[in-house]
């Protein structure tokens, strides 16, 4: 899964996102650019509420790679 951040979200809107994983038993790898933050996530995400992520400030869209069978 992959979570990425707009532009103007503030450090309080990241660290927002950050909690809401780990609270979802999830891991992730921040990576910065020059314009946009995109948190890769890792862990089981099929229990992830993503209406729920989708919610928090900052965050502007996210993917959900479906698992493969």
């Given amino acids: 899964m992959l979570v990425i951040m707009k532009r103007k979200a503030t450090d309080s809107n990241l ?3 950050k909690q809401f994983l ?3 038993d999830c891991d992730f790898h921040q990576s910065t650019g020059a314009d946009r933050i995109i948190l890769g996530v890792v862990g089981d995400t099929s ?3 993503c ?3 989708k919610e928090i400030p900052g965050v502007l869209d996210f993917y959900k790679i479906p698992d493969e069978e």
Avoid: A, R, Y
Wanted: net charge negative; proline share 0%.
């Fill in 47 to 49: 229990n992830i509420n």
């Fill in 15 to 17: 660290e927002q996102v």
């Fill in 22 to 24: 780990v609270e979802q």
């Fill in 51 to 53: 209406e729920s992520l």
